[in-house]
């Protein structure tokens, strides 16, 4: 017998005013404004737009407010809030050669042209806990120099010259859209780049650490890996051609892999990508070497059985919204399948004690 | 589409540096233009989001790379001029003066428009643009060799 039953009105709004209440924290203490989220809190904000999917640092700061420094809940948020937006249209390919580069270094070529530019990074910190931040310390004011002129050319174009690097074909072709249609599979490379890019960053870099752990090892360089500004453009039908719309802050990382070669491809290198919102290295990093890792059957690779080789495994897993969603429903009320399995543990359990007596008193 | 005459090529300039401009800029530097006359719309400022895409390696096939939040609208100035402004973010106002300038930059007040708030946010951009490249470039690595001690 199915019963529905209501109530529990009140205790929602009370724990709903408790947990803003919660939130605020103690009022002595100056309240966080968005602004202060948006630019000292930086990375967790780049990190929920680029799993939340829209890049919009206002809101990702907001979200992150109202999450109390919940990622993955203020992540929740901006997804559910760009499911409300009307869809424009979609931008041209933005390009990264044309970056205006806050950071750009390359780990095979120590004297690439245009250099190794460190940027703001946190590599080569101690990782000894700063107490002058926590003492209202004075922050040192950046260094300057003389601009570097022109763009920064691509590291993995130098190898391609000499054929040393398997090609990326550019084409024109519209990439499948997984916020548009449902998952197939096999979804193919631009579909596991767009999941990739919006996946957890913890399970890219569990998945891409595995990879160098031996399962599925793909031998990964870090040809290049920038960040900085990219110009947005897209096409206006009303205008008859295209204009800026915005500018982003990305990281890009490509790596440069070791191949044997296979029956069709000559020994040379291999790329995996990586293109992520925001200043977040770790997960393009990871993002590159999960891609090239998924990338073996089109490079006549074998199929180890490794994780990160399992395209279907590693896409529907990625996802921390819909992981979090199925995990935490376990959480919500479930009494009536409880029961059941409640009274059919009993029954079991009285049948299989009514044996026992029977075969005693026997 | 790349062969664009001046006038295209300048309206497509002036939307990319509204597009890009703070809103609180736009916002400081609009309100000396006097007398902006009143527009009727053909398209009321609309919150939207465009798709950002990227290519796989940089310069091959594309794929999406996520959304970004987008305001758009169109408007007709009473002398007929139409503007339009595809901005970043969801400041409906801001998208407003923008598609604004872009209709007055077509008429005989361009000079004025042009010296009042495209000239100061397109110096603004450069100066926060290349006081960002200074930092980075005071970050560009010196390698030097130490004298080994072989011979």
């Known amino acids: 017998m199915y019963v529905a039953v ?11 005013d408790w947990l803003a209440e919660e939130r605020r924290g103690p009022t002595d203490v100056p309240e966080l404004s968005v602004d202060q989220i948006k630019s000292q ?79 703001p990074t946190f590599d080569y910190t101690h990782r000894l806990l700063d107490f002058k931040l926590a003492a209202d310390g004075e922050t040192p004011e950046a260094a300057t120099a003389d601009p570097l002129q022109g763009d920064m050319p691509r590291i993995t174009e130098f190898l391609n010259r000499d054929g040393l690097i398997q090609t990326e074909e550019p084409s024109d072709e519209t990439p499948r859209d997984m916020t548009r249609e449902p998952m197939e599979y096999p979804a193919g490379r631009p579909l596991r780049l767009q999941a990739l890019t919006r996946g957890d960053e913890g399970f890219v870099l569990g998945m891409a650490y595995s990879t160098q752990r031996g399962y599925g090892r793909n031998h990964p360089f870090v040809g290049e890996l920038r960040i900085g500004k990219v110009a947005v453009e897209m096409d206006i039908p009303e205008l008859g051609f295209a204009v800026d719309i915005g500018e982003i802050t990305v990281t890009e990382c490509e790596t440069v892999n070791q191949f044997h070669g296979s029956k069709t491809e000559p020994p040379q290198f291999t790329r995996g990508y990586g293109l992520v919102f925001g200043q977040t290295e770790r997960k393009a990093i990871s993002m590159a070497l999960v891609d090239r890792a998924l990338r073996w059957e089109e490079l006549g690779e074998d199929n180890l059985g490794a994780p990160a080789q399992d395209e279907e495994f590693v896409l529907s897993h990625a996802d921390n919204i819909q992981a979090t969603g199925f995990l935490e429903h376990i959480k919500l009320p479930h009494y009536v399948d409880f029961q059941s399995e409640l009274e059919l543990v009993r029954k079991i359990r009285s049948e299989a004690q009514a044996s026992t007596l029977k075969e005693a008193a026997e | 589409m790349s062969n664009l005459d001046p006038a295209q090529a300048a309206r497509q300039s002036r939307m990319s540096l509204l597009a890009k401009s703070e809103p609180s800029r736009l916002a400081a530097l609009f309100p000396a233009l006097a007398d902006v006359p009143a527009h009727t719309w053909l398209r009321t400022p609309e919150v939207g989001a465009v798709m950002v895409r990227g290519r796989m390696g940089g310069t091959g096939a594309p794929f999406n790379l996520g959304e970004m939040s987008v305001t758009r609208c169109a408007l007709t100035l009473p002398t007929g001029e139409v503007g339009h402004a595809y901005v970043q973010g969801r400041d409906k106002d801001h998208a407003t003066r923008a598609a604004l300038v872009d209709a007055l930059m077509q008429t005989a007040r361009a000079d004025e428009v042009q010296a009042t708030v495209l000239a100061p946010l397109t110096a603004e951009a450069t100066t926060a643009n290349s006081a960002r490249a200074a930092k980075a470039a005071a970050t560009k690595v010196e390698f030097f060799t130490m004298v080994r001690g072989e011979d």
Request: contains cysteine; proline residues 4%; hydrophobic residues 40%.
């Open chain 1, 6 to 16: 209501k109530g529990g009105e009140r205790a929602i709004d009370n724990a709903h």
């Open chain 1, 41 to 119: 809190m930086t990375l967790a904000v780049n990190r929920v737009m680029a799993e939340g999917s829209l890049y919009d640092p206002d809101l990702a700061a907001l979200a992150i407010k109202q999450a109390r420094g919940d990622l993955i809940e203020a992540i929740f948020l901006i997804r559910a809030y760009r499911t409300t937006l009307p869809r424009l249209g979609h931008s041209r390919p933005v390009e990264t050669d044309k970056m205006a580069c806050d950071r750009r270094i390359s780990a095979t070529f120590k004297d690439a042209p245009g250099g190794q530019v460190l940027g």
